[in-house]
């Protein structure tokens, strides 16, 4: 596994070091992610699946990611991508 809302600031908008990113579980599935630093030369990634829990009622963990360019897929926790060090919603 790789490690990899903005509260409505424009697309190119640098948020502050430490700033988390909104993110709705509910939402994930096919929400678009850019990470900060690159991954593998990879640096869009689309929210391909969520991963439903077991037992069904409880609450969500996992996500896989799919790169853009590469197709490439790799799972990881969804709470990840509230970090703003690291990701930043959408295709920026």
Known sequence: MSHLDADALPP???????????????????????????????????????IEPEPPDAPIETV??????????????WRELTDSGRWRQGWV
């Open 12 to 50: 190119n908008a640098v948020l502050p070091a430490g700033r988390k990113n909104r993110v709705s579980p509910k939402k994930l599935l096919l929400s678009k992610w850019t990470a900060v630093a690159p991954l593998h030369k990879e640096e869009h990634f689309v929210v391909i699946r969520v």
């Open 64 to 77: 896989e990611l799919e790169a853009i360019h590469s197709r490439r897929t790799f799972m990881l926790s």
